[in-house]
């Protein structure tokens, strides 16, 4: 009885991480920073679903794209360079749910595909954008602890030399 109930509860908290990771596997700060081309902390200002029909060339048919836009005010550019103070961030729609006038420190990386696997896979280009999404530790900056930060600002220096 006793070897079911353990073997119940391994299984359990297995699909319980896997669940959680949604296929991403937890990245390091290192490979975070790596996979990266802005770092930044900044508080959401605005959240605006964004849905809109679209042609692929491709393979000659429309389709909703449907995705979330989060604008940023930025304290502080720890990786990358911006040109104003407010930036935009894109994600696929639910895959994070940012929540408004909360500070974050949010790790992105410019896509050059529209965030939809038919254009994805087709290869429809776009004007690239930056994008964030649950694998790339973007999270609320209380949970981010004091090392963290300590690492990837040390890691932007030995960037910039």
Known sequence: MKKGILTLVFLLSVFTISF???GC???SIKESFKNSDLIFSGKLIK???LITEISAQKIDTKQKYTR???TFLVDEVIKGKIQQKKIQIT???NDINFILDTDYLVYSYYS???LTSNFYLNGERVEPFLVTDNCTNSREIRAVNKKEL???RKLA???RR
């Open 20 to 22: 959680a990771n949604c």
């Open 25 to 27: 596997g937890k990245l």
């Open 47 to 49: 959240k605006e679903l």
């Open 68 to 70: 979330m836009v989060y």
């Open 91 to 93: 994600t696929k729609y």
């Open 112 to 114: 050059y595909y529209l």
């Open 150 to 152: 300590k690492k990837i």
């Open 157 to 159: 220096r030995r960037m």
